[in-house]
Antibody
Framework: QVQLQESGPGLVKPSQTLSLTCTVS??????????WSWIRQPAGKGLEWIGR???????SYNPSLKSRVTISVDTSKSQFSLTLSSVTAAETAVYYC??????????????WGRGTLVTVSS | EIVLTQSPGTLSLSPGERATLSCRAS???????LAWYQQKPGQAPRLLIY???SRATGIPDRFSGSGSGTDFTLTISRLEPEDFAVYYC?????????FGGGTKVEIK
């Protein structure tokens, strides 16, 4: 079955760039009607959508982060990635990658990674 | 941006009781794009309900979703010990995709 796994540095310095990769295993990142997404969650707080990339490569970002975010996909490696520049301590959070199904009847997150904690600290 | 307001923030109930969770949208959301998730400590969210009222695979029938337009409800008919968790509604009828702030269902 398809699984998602986040990877990347667990510690990033303030003002630097956070980079994470999500590896899709057990299935093709190119098949199906999906948006491949990044979501984050500070400790004890709610979920915030960062953005997504479609199987065709089109992107959409949360306006609150748009100027600092890039999501890209490498279909040959079955991976999609997140870069977030100029991070602050307030962006310390668990970062999740997730698959968003877009069918004619319903849209929803049907698959999540386990999440990776990224701490922003000097 | 569509803001989803969940209430109450915390629901204190006993096992066997009925839980009713509300999700109110700042603008109308098509049911197609409204989903509910359950999250337990240290875990990723898990899909419960999609299309406002359809149960995801493997979700017990004590969970049900209803509503339309701006008002949506998640009901747990009889709480089991494993149901004590945080619940989020989510929409993508309009970009950006947004989540509600969550309702924590705790043991009374």
């Amino acid at each position: 079955q398809v699984q998602l796994q986040e990877s990347g540095p667990g510690l990033v310095k303030p003002s630097q760039t956070l980079s994470l990769t999500c590896t899709v295993s057990g299935g093709s990142i190119s098949r199906g009607s999906y948006y491949w997404s990044w979501i984050r969650q500070p400790a004890g707080k709610g979920l915030e959508w960062i953005g997504r990339i479609s199987t065709g490569g089109s992107t959409s970002y949360n306006p609150s982060l748009k100027s600092r975010v890039t999501i890209s996909v490498d279909t040959s490696k079955s991976q999609f990635s997140l870069t977030l520049s100029s991070v602050t301590a307030a962006e310390t959070a668990v970062y999740y990658c997730a698959r968003y199904l877009t069918s004619s009847e319903s849209w929803y997150f049907d698959l999540w990674g386990r999440g990776t904690l990224v701490t922003v600290s000097s | 941006e569509i803001v989803l307001t969940q209430s109450p923030g915390t629901l204190s109930l006993s096992p066997g009781e009925r839980a009713t969770l509300s999700c109110r949208a700042s603008q109308s959301v098509s049911s197609t794009y409204l989903a509910w998730y359950q999250q337990k400590p240290g875990q990723a969210p898990r899909l419960l309900i999609y299309g406002a009222s359809s149960r995801a695979t493997g979700i017990p029938d004590r969970f049900s979703g209803s509503g339309s337009g701006t008002d949506f409800t998640l009901t747990i008919s009889r709480l089991e010990p494993e149901d004590f968790a945080v619940y989020y509604c989510q929409q993508y009828g309009s970009s950006p995709l947004t989540f509600g702030g969550g309702t924590k269902v705790e043991i009374k």
